[in-house]
């Protein structure tokens, strides 16, 4: 019981203080970032828990709610609060509250059918969140106006401190990252993997994040948004197979790899997307979680063959298939349900912040100066 209490104060640690100070890097939208995040997580923890026990109880009449519940709930409303980097600062609460709801009953009906249809255990249709987040946040931010309007660049600017305490959040969810792929495994053997693999992956793409960032300025200094993404990105990549790595070495390699890619894809993705495919994201979810995600699914799979082969066994192309095609789904609901979110919330209804407001604390807080 201890032990789950824990498990379940550091998943709201990571929501509440990592992914809050996460995306307050930027100079004028720190507040709406950290208390819009306390806001979305208080929600959608309740919504998400009477989604998953409508969905997946059937006791007439009441919903039993659990620590399971809780820990369950708790990690799909983080859903939002990392697909909510992508359209920070260009929606107002109202429109996040929407996205929220649509989002959690998306994901949550995904959970379920990949785990009564297909089987899947809740400690790997919840490792689809990452992917799912990723592309769900990007094709939201497609859906808004585009590009991102003159007059906002200024605003679109991070500065030191803000920096610093997004920085903080990416130190919260550095830490609590091994609890974060643990949280759902059941058998102890597989919760130390999970724990030690995901530490390994993490601290490599930590050491990767410094070392090629500095590598890749002309006068070896190190940009510190470089950092911010790419040293979480050990524990995105090994989140779907940490607890089936045997051999440190495979969960530092994807550590490398991962934070080779995450930075790779900040330096470079930006470019393609605003330019050719016209998204604008605030907060380089796809080059944190997108793609790192994208590299752990692929990793499971090809884990899972080779567990299949070695164990002599004919049902090599049945587990490959599976794997695939849980993937595949959570691909496909995450794009169409984030292009219906992103036309919801293009309506008139919704009194969306004007476009010259965008990245603006002063568009939803009250803000007083004081002059001595």
């Given at each position: 019981m201890p032990g789950t209490v824990l498990v379940c104060q550091d998943l709201t640690v990571m929501a509440v203080l990592g992914l809050g100070f996460f995306t307050s890097n930027l100079r004028r939208n720190s507040w709406s970032s950290v208390a819009f995040n306390l806001f979305l997580l208080a929600l959608g923890v309740q919504w998400a828990i009477l989604l998953d026990g409508f969905l997946s109880q059937f006791s007439p009449g009441k919903v039993v709610i659990k620590l399971l519940s809780i820990r369950l709930a708790t990690r799909s409303a983080m859903s939002m609060l990392i697909s909510v980097s992508a359209?920070?600062?260009?929606?107002?609460?109202?429109?996040?509250?929407?996205?929220?709801?649509?989002?959690l009953t998306v994901f949550g009906t995904m959970r379920m059918v990949v785990s009564n249809i297909l089987g899947i255990d809740y400690h790997m249709n919840m490792m689809y969140i990452h992917v799912f987040t990723a592309y769900f946040g990007l094709t939201v931010a497609w859906c808004?106006?585009?590009?991102?309007?003159?007059g906002t660049e200024d605003k679109y600017q991070t500065a030191t401190s803000p920096s610093l305490f997004a920085m903080l959040g990416t130190l919260f969810l550095w830490m609590f990252w091994p609890s974060f792929n643990s949280a759902l495994l059941i058998y102890p053997i597989e919760r130390k993997n999970a724990v030690f693999n995901t530490y390994y992956a993490l601290a490599v793409s930590a050491v990767?994040?410094?070392s090629v960032s500095s590598l890749a300025h002309p006068r070896g200094k190190i940009n510190m948004t470089y950092m911010h993404n790419a040293a979480l990105a050990g524990g995105v990549a090994v989140s779907a197979s940490c607890h089936v790595i045997h051999s440190p070495w495979i969960a530092m390699v994807l550590g490398l790899l991962a934070g080779l890619i995450s930075i790779g894809g900040a330096k470079c993705l930006p470019v393609c997307f605003n330019r050719v495919l016209g998204i604008h994201e605030?907060?380089?979810?796809?080059?944190?979680?997108?793609?790192?995600?994208?590299?752990?699914?692929?990793?499971?799979?090809?884990?899972?063959?080779?567990?299949?082969?070695w164990a002599s066994s004919n049902m090599i192309g049945f587990q490959v298939l599976l794997s695939t095609g849980t993937l595949s789904l959570a691909m496909a609901m995450s794009i169409t349900s984030g292009l219906l979110t992103?036309?919801?919330?293009?309506?008139?209804?919704?009194?969306?912040?004007?476009?010259?407001?965008?990245?603006?604390?002063?568009a939803f807080w009250e803000v007083r100066f004081f002059t001595y």
């Open positions: 359209v920070l600062g260009k929606v107002n609460l109202v429109q996040l509250v929407v996205m929220e709801l649509v989002e808004l106006p585009k590009p991102v309007p003159k990767t994040a410094i605030s907060h380089s979810v796809h080059s944190t979680f997108g793609l790192p995600g994208l590299l752990g699914e692929i990793t499971y799979i090809v884990l899972m063959a080779l567990r299949v082969v992103g036309l919801l919330l293009n309506l008139k209804i919704w009194k969306g912040p004007h476009v010259a407001k965008y990245f603006d604390d002063q």
